[in-house]
T-cell receptor, first 112, second 114 residues
Framework: ETGVTQTPRHLVMGMTNKKSLKCEQH?????MYWYKQSAKKPLELMFV???????ENNSVPSRFSPECPNSSHLFLHLHTLQPEDSALYLC???????????FGDGTRLSIL | AQSVTQPDIHITVSEGASLELRCNYS??????LFWYVQSPGQGLQLLLK??????LVQGIKGFEAEFKRSQSSFNLRKPSVHWSDAAEYFC????????????FGDGTTLTVKP
């Protein structure tokens, strides 16, 4: 089992930069997720994709733009971020929404 | 909508001592229940899950959890804690429907004293 792989592991960017986070799973799962994990705060679900269709967007600001080109890949495009967006961004996948989620190790994002 | 409560933000136990982490949920029916562990610098890893059947479920790393319907609880236990168990633990619930969405608790940080 190769699990869920996230790249890069660390990212430092200025508020005017544009960057993308990548997530890849080879588990044959149909659902993929983006979470934000900030210090001292609960895990926040950002987006859910099922069979490459976005099924959930939890009021995430438009400066975060997800993309799911196929069932194995998920991207999070970032632009004009704010300092409060600094956090650990976790990607996960599952067979369907009721099954356990498999998480990547996350991308630690720092906004200067 | 379902909700999950982990009453203990931080727990400290001595190595070799027993451990119980509490999880209470609110949902109209019996949901699917999960415990995950997150070590520093890593993502969450599934420890165990409950779908139906035997209310005492065994997981990895010597952990077990007991589902108690009358108390809406799914507490995690380990008889003897090891220093490597220091981590953050998350309880999660999912409605047992096709449109179910996971809800995670706020987590409990476990510190292990030598």
């Amino acid at each position: 089992e190769t699990g869920v792989t996230q790249t890069p592991r660390h990212l430092v960017m200025g508020m005017t930069n544009k960057k993308s986070l990548k997530c890849e799973q080879h588990l044959g799962h149909n659902a993929m997720y983006w979470y934000k994990q900030s210090a001292k705060k609960p895990l926040e679900l950002m987006f859910v994709y099922s069979l490459e269709e976005r099924v959930e967007n939890n009021s995430v600001p438009s400066r975060f733009s997800p993309e799911c080109p196929n069932s194995s890949h998920l991207f999070l495009h970032l632009h004009t971020l704010q300092p409060e967006d600094s956090a650990l961004y976790l990607c996960a996948s599952s067979q369907d929404s009721t099954q356990p989620q498999h998480f990547g190790d996350g991308t630690r994002l720092s906004i200067l | 909508a379902q909700s999950v409560t982990q009453p203990d933000i931080h727990i400290t136990v001595s190595e070799g001592a027993s451990l119980e982490l509490r999880c209470n949920y609110s949902y109209g029916a019996t949901p699917y229940l999960f415990w995950y562990v997150q070590s520093p610098g890593q993502g969450l890893q599934l420890l165990l899950k409950y779908f139906s059947g035997d209310t005492l479920v065994q997981g990895i790393k010597g952990f077990e959890a007991e589902f108690k319907r009358s108390q809406s609880s799914f507490n995690l236990r380990k008889p003897s804690v090891h220093w490597s168990d220091a981590a953050e633990y998350f309880c999660a619930v999912v409605p047992n429907t096709n449109a179910g969405k996971s809800t995670f608790g706020d987590g409990t940080t476990l510190t292990v004293k030598p």
